[in-house]
């Protein structure tokens, strides 16, 4: 079969790999359909990630099961289904808990297993025809309807960026009329925008430099923030000073609160630095959320902060930061992280979807065959036009 490998900095390939077989009685093959390519992706790609030659990669796949081995009871040949990033057993004390984002059993070497990522155990990833799927009675997602239907760009949505983008804004404690920032407006920082809005949140920022994202931010209602135009935290704040109603209805010394209740981290430390936008500044982001963010507030940073090979000195290489923790602690925040345990939400998203309260499709910008992938991950890492790549199978 065709997967996509990675063979190194800014390459991949397309090769003919073996197809997958059952390995264990609980595992389920499927037929991939739909496969996204991820922000996630793109550490990797651009070096910033471990080391992880010949890698098959994806961990966004949905498509219809082709096999089930003997122990597999709740999903049959023919299903139709979207697989959740996250690779876990369903049983140890953490996946019991919800936790199955730190599943204790998948990796030898740390409690996170995903498809298609280095150093996330051993499972290769969903940009291919073919995937072996691990406890297939817990992964597997039941869908409605046929392969190459009118939600199949929306249900592949739900394999990672659709719950991890709800999963932010849950983490930022988002609920009706509470005012929301998101940094970053790739894939995740806009559908964490977007999930703001489906929670009711009053007034959502999203900030990037990307005016083609930023117009889809735009779309949902968001107010687009350009931080090549000036510092982001001021030109949030000349707005909310700007609101006339906001500013007669506050009392003296609630002047204080023109900060965000909400602040989402969806970039990571593979942040732009602001005054210079050709260099990584980590810190960038979490920097300019302890400032928006108001005093009681909440920030969510489900961008993600790793040890970076390739960072600029021995700090960097370590995921070692530098934070205003002062700020952050005298304002009383509290601060939510990690990997997204995709199974806590997916159902009920795709419930939304398939009752027309959500369409999460909205952000994918290119429809693509898998020879297409090697040129799609090139355009993606510009990180402006190509805001979502899908690779098609049917
Ligand atoms: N926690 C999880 O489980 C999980 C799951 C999926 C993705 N992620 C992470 O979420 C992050 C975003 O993913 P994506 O697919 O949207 O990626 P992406 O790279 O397409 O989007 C990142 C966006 O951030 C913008 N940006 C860069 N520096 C900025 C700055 N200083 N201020 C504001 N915006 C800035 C970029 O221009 C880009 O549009 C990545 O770190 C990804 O790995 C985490
Ligand atoms: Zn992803
Ligand atoms: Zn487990």
Redesign the pocket.
């Given at each position: 079969m065709k997967a996509v490998v990675y063979k190194g900095p800014r390459n991949v390939d397309v090769e003919e790999v073996k197809k997958p077989e059952i390995e264990k009685p609980t595992d389920v093959i499927i037929k991939v359909t739909s496969s996204g390519i991820?922000?996630?992706d793109?550490?990797l790609y651009d070096g910033h990630g471990p080391d992880g030659l010949g890698t098959i990669l994806g961990h966004e796949p949905m498509g219809v099961v082709e096999e089930v081995g003997d122990a597999v009871e709740l999903v049959k040949p023919g299903d139709r289904v979207v697989i959740p990033?996250n690779v876990a057993c369903g049983s140890c004390l953490n996946c019991i808990r919800g936790l199955t984002?730190m599943c204790l059993t998948m990796n030898p070497d740390a409690a996170i297993a995903n498809y298609g990522y280095p150093g996330a155990g051993p499972y290769a990833g969903g940009q291919a025809e073919y995937l072996r799927v691990p406890y297939g009675d817990w992964a597997c997602l039941k869908l409605p309807g046929e392969p190459g239907d009118e939600f199949e760009d929306d249900f592949v949505m739900l394999a990672?960026?659709f719950p991890?983008a709800y999963?932010a804004a849950e983490l930022a404690k988002v609920k009706t009329g509470k005012t929301v920032a998101v940094?970053?407006?790739?894939?995740?920082?806009?559908l964490a925008a977007y999930s703001s809005m489906l929670m009711g949140a009053s007034e959502v920022y999203v900030?990037?430099?990307?005016d083609k994202?930023l117009k889809l931010a735009e779309s949902i209602g968001a107010v687009p923030i350009n931080?090549t135009d000036g510092d982001?935290v001021e030109m949030i704040m000349q707005i909310r000073q700007n609101n006339k109603n906001l500013m007669s209805s506050l009392r003296p010394g609630e002047e204080k609160v023109l900060g965000v209740d909400c602040a989402i981290d969806?970039?990571?430390?593979?942040?732009?630095?602001?005054n210079n936008s050709e260099e990584f500044?980590p810190n960038?982001?979490l920097m300019?959320i302890a400032r928006i963010i108001a005093p009681g507030g909440s920030i969510g940073v489900?961008?993600?902060y790793s040890p970076d090979p390739a960072g600029k000195d021995e700090n960097e290489k370590q995921g070692y930061l530098t934070l205003p923790w002062a700020e952050l602690w005298f304002k009383g925040v509290s601060i939510g992280t990690?990997?997204?345990p995709v199974k806590q939400m997916h159902g009920f998203l795709r419930n939304l979807i398939f009752n027309g309260k959500a369409k999460p499709s909205f952000i994918v910008s290119d429809r693509i065959s898998i020879d297409e992938a090697p040129e799609a991950y090139k355009q993606?890492d510009k990180?402006?036009d190509v805001?979502k790549p899908i690779i098609k199978f049917h």
């Open positions: 991820c922000g996630s793109l550490h990033f984002n990672d960026i991890t999963y940094f970053g407006a790739g894939p995740v920082g806009l900030v990037d430099k990307s994202r931080f982001p969806a970039v990571g430390y593979q942040a732009l630095d602001r500044k960038q982001v300019d489900i961008g993600v990690g990997p997204t993606f990180r402006d805001v």
